[in-house]
């Protein structure tokens, strides 16, 4: 939210103190955070009406709804409560979630700390799919050593590691519930690496083709934790802001490979372009343990132990210890196992991902295909040679930077606008209108796309096309993120999980059909058929999620607790 700044340290006021009586002095009865009023009968009094009216809100929070402005608190649920609220440095805005009195509580952490973190868990998310888009780049000279066609090698490890990020991410999540954020961020990081190392020195594509998919399954938490961790440290009026600068991390990773190492391959064996892989993995996994500490604090629970510190207490946070020994405090196994099968089955759940999955599929089948469509002779492809592939994946890079950009803006123009018109209150399918724009610009693209390859175009519109239809991406995936967070504020490690899932698993099928599809009816009725289905999913779910989705969060609220 523009309104407010996220580089301002969050904790500086109570809603007594922004709104103090006549004579200058805060509300009689109520104090600051710290201070105890001098009769006892009345902080039980106030601790009890406070509890219940929280309760309320916790309530309304959980479906979605959320008062974000203390005016309208105060209106909704009497000055007597809504003063009591920590707020923003400027007094206007609630702090959502409320912070403790804990300096190690992440939410009170330093914006320096809180920064740094994001950084190194954006590095980490970057590693799964760059990890898998490095195969993009070595294709050619993989089938030359190997033997054999580039579908082949296509279909045996780039598809299946492509599938393998969306079960990895669910079995990441579920223990990430009951062990914590910090063990599993490093365990991931660490097997991953371990299993690039193997693609590296494999001696066969049977072996290269089984360590890829084992690192692009041990290597995928990132991309799912990602969502809880910025939900830990970040307040409510940071998270959009905070979770583009994370998505960006994902979405531009799988050009990184075929930019970085088209040159490479061109030049020397394609061993150095996963050697160069494990090394960047390899840095990720020193800055998870330099600088990441464990954000999964049980604010819920007041019998929780303190954290430890020193070295000691660090080296077990990290590999696990302290999360199996803290994890009576935290959620048993079973019900974070049934949670992500829970939230997959919800309606609001089942449109989103359906609409995510009908948009982000092409984009995958785009990144995996087009190199063959480029290499490729007339009159499928282009002739192009490594070097020209290479500087033309420049184009989705600097596409995704841009729709990092406009949705940062989108984001702010939307939701501030519907607060300002419903009296302070959020709603989640505020998000939704960013999702017209991605669509339109999704449609645009493939539709260039195709008309581009069929008739051997000009690359500026294969250049313009692809640009489109990832600008276009960014803001969805932007929209649909907040809009799933949002939602389902209680879930947000198993709507990320979810998100990756349904993703990956379309993605997979297009690189299968892409190809031959296109060289039996021609790629503009391939692409032709894709922006139809764009254009039908943006119809089916959209305008539905508009306007019943409040609906239909208050009707399977059940869920959207704890």
């Keep these: 939210m523009s309104a407010i700044d996220p580089e301002k340290n969050a904790v500086t006021n109570t809603a007594s103190e922004a709104s103090p009586n006549g004579n200058g002095n805060t509300a009689p009865g109520y104090h600051p955070v710290g201070e105890k009023p001098n009769d006892s009968r009345v902080e039980n009094t106030m601790e009890r009406e406070l509890t219940t009216h929280l ?22 649920y009497g000055a007597h409560v809504a003063d009591l609220f920590k707020l923003t440095p400027d007094g206007k805005y609630i702090l959502w979630p409320q912070p403790t009195e804990d300096p190690r509580d992440p939410l009170n952490w330093s914006l320096r700390k809180k920064m740094l973190t994001l950084v190194v868990l954006t590095m980490a998310s970057i590693v799964p799919d760059f990890n898998s888009s490095i195969g993009i780049a070595s294709l050619f000279p993989l089938a030359e050593q190997f033997n054999t066609t580039v579908n082949h090698v296509n279909n045996l ?13 669910v079995v990441a999540v579920i223990l990430v519930n009951v062990l914590g ?15 690039l190392i193997g693609c590296t020195v494999a001696p066969d594509l049977a072996t290269f083709a089984g360590m890829r998919c084992l690192t692009a399954f041990f290597s995928t938490a990132p991309q799912v934790t990602g969502l809880y961790i910025v939900r830990d440290i970040f307040f409510f009026h940071q998270e959009a802001r905070m979770l583009n600068a994370w998505a960006f991390g994902f979405v531009v990773s799988p050009y990184l490979g075929p930019f970085l190492f088209g040159f490479l391959v061109q030049r020397q064996t394609w061993r150095w372009a996963y050697g160069i892989g494990c090394i960047y993995e390899g840095i990720v996994v020193l800055l998870i343990v330099l600088f ?45 196992f049934w949670r992500p099968f829970l939230v997959n089955i919800q309606p609001q759940e089942i449109l989103s991902l359906a609409y995510v999955a009908l948009n982000f599929a092409w984009a995958i089948g785009i990144n995996t295909t087009l190199v063959v469509f480029l290499q490729s002779p007339p009159p499928l492809g282009y002739s192009f040679s490594g070097d020209a592939v290479a500087v ?3 184009t989705p890079i600097i596409a995704t930077v841009l729709g990092e950009i406009v949705s940062h803006y989108l984001q702010d123009f939307f939701t501030n606008n519907y607060i300002r018109k419903h009296n302070g209150v959020f709603e989640p399918e505020a998000r939704l209108w960013m999702c017209y724009i991605g669509s339109l610009l999704n449609f ?78 021609g790629a503009l009725v391939v692409f032709g058929c894709e922006a139809a289905i764009v254009v039908f999913i943006f119809f089916a779910v959209i305008p539905i999620l508009q306007v019943y989705g409040k609906r239909i969060r208050t009707r399977f609220s059940s869920l959207s607790g704890h």
Excluded at 297 to 325: C, Q, S
């Design 55 to 76: 309760e309320l809100l916790d309530a309304a929070h959980q479906n979605g709804r959320l008062v974000v402005e203390i005016e309208e608190a105060r209106r909704e």
């Design 181 to 195: 954020r910090l063990p599993i961020l490093f365990w991931s990081q660490v097997l991953g690496v371990a299993f």
């Design 292 to 336: 990441m500490d464990e954000t999964l604090y049980e604010r819920d629970n007041k019998d929780r132990p303190p954290i430890e510190t020193g070295l000691w207490a660090r080296i077990k946070a990290l590999i696990g210890v302290t999360g199996y020994n803290r994890r009576h405090f935290r959620m048993p196994f079973w019900t974070s």
């Design 444 to 521: 645009a693209g493939l539709m260039c796309l195709g008309g581009t390859l069929q008739n051997h175009l000009s690359v500026a519109g294969l250049v313009f096309g692809w640009g489109l239809f990832t600008l276009g991406m960014m803001i969805i995936i932007s929209a649909m993120y907040t809009y799933m967070s949002d939602a389902f504020p209680a879930y947000q490690g198993e709507v990320s999980a979810l998100f990756n899932l349904w993703r990956t698993f379309a993605g997979f099928a297009v690189a299968y059909f892409q190809v031959p599809w296109s060289e039996k009816s």
């Design 157 to 169: 490890t780039s598809n299946w590691s492509i599938f393998l990020l969306g079960p990895g991410g």
């Design 392 to 394: 033309f994946y420049l």
